[in-house]
């Protein structure tokens, strides 16, 4: 039998069947509170510090105190790691404002709610990689603060749900123009005219750990990066590719039906892929 999952919940690491916050947090009522999402590739995490320096961006811009110092997360993600069965696991950080009676404003000081969940990493299919995914796209619902890890994830709950209903994998906002801006839970890229392209960052977007991953080994690879606004019927558009924790990237096409480019994986996407899973080897070989 597996060995029982393990959650860290407010001081404490608990049996994940019994871990529970107070029905009066404000994330439950309010959805008052930030998260993170890192990958872990057999005890290496894949830039762990800036995602829980996302972490602290994230509180600090809704006005939460980060729960513990940076280095304590760090700690505490390691130990709810260790602590749970998985070698190649996807750690979830979730700060909450913390409980109080449901009232919009908070008097008094209260202490934020913080749970770590450890569950084994989720990984694309191999079939994925091959044949490319497939996306549709829908005019942007969200709020207008999506640089914000947000744990207000209904607009991207409603996409990812109809992505679904369609058969498709995610599903792309665009903005009033048309231009694409990123998926429900992924950061989205086009190759245009030899380019890497994807939308700046901006209230629009979330500064995704992996988009700057992408980009990074995009230009080790020798390919031209810009960051601005594109569309998906421009000329020169010869692929396309999503970008997450849990996906690396992933090769986009076919979006609202169409084929992107030739419809199948583009060289400049297979290279990326293939150099970020080397770094994961290397991440993994040598710590
Ligand atoms: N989602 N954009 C959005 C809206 C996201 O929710 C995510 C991640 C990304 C990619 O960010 P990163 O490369 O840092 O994982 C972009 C996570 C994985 C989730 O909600 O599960």
């Not at 009033?176 to 992924?186: D, I, K, R």
Request: aromatic share 6%; hydrophobic share 45%; charged share 25%.
């Amino acid at each position: 039998m597996m060995q029982p999952l393990v959650a860290y919940v407010n001081h404490a690491f608990v049996p994940l069947d019994e871990a529970c916050v107070h029905i009066e947090d404000r994330g439950f009522q309010f959805a008052d509170g930030v998260y993170e999402v890192i990958a872990c590739f057999g005890g290496v995490y894949l830039d762990l510090m800036p995602h829980l320096q996302r972490l602290q961006r994230s509180c600090a811009a809704i006005a939460i105190d980060l729960p513990k110092p940076l280095r304590v997360l760090k700690s505490l993600v390691q130990q709810a790691y260790e602590k749970n069965p998985f070698e190649d696991a996807m750690v979830y950080i979730q700060v909450t404002r913390g409980v109080a009676p449901r009232a919009h404003v908070v008097d008094n000081v209260i202490t934020p709610t913080l749970v770590i969940t450890v569950r084994e990493l989720p990984k694309p299919s191999e079939e994925k990689v091959h044949t490319g995914v497939k996306a549709i796209t829908m005019r942007d619902i969200r709020w207008k603060h999506c640089e914000i890890k947000s744990i207000a994830l209904l607009a991207s709950v409603m996409g990812k749900q109809e992505a679904v209903k369609q058969g498709v994998d995610e599903t792309f906002w665009l903005d009033e123009q048309g231009h694409v801006l990123e998926g429900c839970a992924t950061n989205v890229f086009a190759i245009i005219n030899g380019v890497l392209t994807t939308h700046p960052l901006d209230h629009q977007v979330l500064g995704g750990i992996t988009r700057t991953m992408v980009m990074d080994v995009a230009k080790l690879a020798g390919i031209k990066v810009e960051e601005r606004s594109w569309k998906l019927d421009e000329q020169g558009l010869s692929e396309c590719m999503m970008s997450s924790t849990t996906n690396m990237v992933l090769p986009v096409c076919d979006v609202d039906g169409k084929a992107v480019g030739m419809g199948k994986p583009g060289r400049h996407t297979l290279n990326i892929r293939r150099m970020m899973l080397e770094k994961i080897d290397a991440l993994r070989a040598h710590g």
